[in-house]
């Protein structure tokens, strides 16, 4: 691993990230998108976006001229296709091209644009299933991976390997992340579609409502989950661009996890649900532990900074605000 600067940067004595800089951030609507544009917004640099009704990232020729045009000095690539085990099982098509045309139009519409720097985003779901734990990064690509999300998973693969590529090819200061299990502001909590923890938010929050005596959750509730508050995410975002220049991928994460019948306690206490929780074995479990060594970003100076059961009280308080819940 390498953490300085590229040559041409070094010679001219510019940063990775200089101060005020024009960062677009690609899927600032999202939940990561959103928290991004927040932080570097805070850090006093000029964020441009696009919503997906005036740019369709899927578009290679659209999204080169947007680039051409505004000629930013960093991309983020926070646009994805993302969702649960229900939501990768029923549309695997969908999770595999959308996210291969995005990253292709973006990563090189950003090249040809001359953007000096690009991060992009892949997900610590893309390591192999039986990965040793804690996962260090050079595990990609060593084993099998988790069935439920193996297209997915290769389309976020190959967003990796194409960064690389440039680096390799062309001497771009293009690097990569992999996040870990992601919740906060701006969350899905669309049961057909949403991860965990959103989904056991709002279950538990309806059920209180309902005054259901019992809530019955997907699979035994052994496996074990690392989550991370997304302005801690945001927050570690910056700081590789802002000190990273590394080929290898870096995990995000707080490495820390615990099992999903803990996590569905925890929100269970916070939500104030007082009914019981079913487990219904029959259905799939997932990949049994996920956590992420996080020692390369630690090396950078960076810790995550909210406690998980805070930052489930936030993320519950701001869906108390929306629509959805209050229906």
Known sequence: MTTELPQESRKLGRPLLSPGARVFVAGHRGLVGSALARRLTADGHEVVTRGRDELDL????????????????AVVLAAAKVGGIMANSTWPVQFLED????????????????????L??????????????????????????EPTNEAYALAKIAGIVQ?????????????????????????????????????????????????????????SGSPRREFLHVDDLAAACVRLLEAYDGDEPVN????????????????????????????DA?????????????????????????????GIARTYAWWLGQPAARG
């Open 282 to 310: 029959s259905k799939p479990d997932g990949t049994p532990r996920k956590l992420l060594d996080v020692s390369r970003l630690t090396s950078l100076g960076f810790t995550p900074r909210i406690p998980l059961r805070d």
């Open 120 to 145: 992009f985003l892949g997900s610590s779901c893309i390591y192999p299933r039986r990965a040793p734990q804690p996962i260090r990064e050079d595990s990609l690509l060593t084993g099998p991976l």
């Open 99 to 118: 996210n291969l045309r995005i990253q292709l139009s973006v990563i090189a519409g950003a090249h040809a644009a001359g953007t000096p720097r690009l």
């Open 163 to 219: 960064t690389q590529s440039y680096r390799r090819q062309y001497g771009a200061s293009y690097i990569s992340a992999m996040p870990t299990n992601l919740y906060g502001p701006g969350d899905n909590f669309d049961l057909e579609t949403s991860h965990v923890l959103p989904a056991l938010i709002r279950r538990f929050h309806e059920a209180r409502r309902e005054r259901a005596p019992e809530v019955t959750l997907w699979g």
């Open 252 to 279: 995000i994460g707080c490495g820390v996890d615990l099992t999903i019948r803990e996590l569905a306690a925890t929100v269970r206490e916070v939500t104030g649900y007082q009914g019981r929780i079913a487990w």
């Open 58 to 73: 899927r578009d290679a020729a659209a999204t080169g001229r947007f680039l051409r045009d505004v000629r930013p000095d």
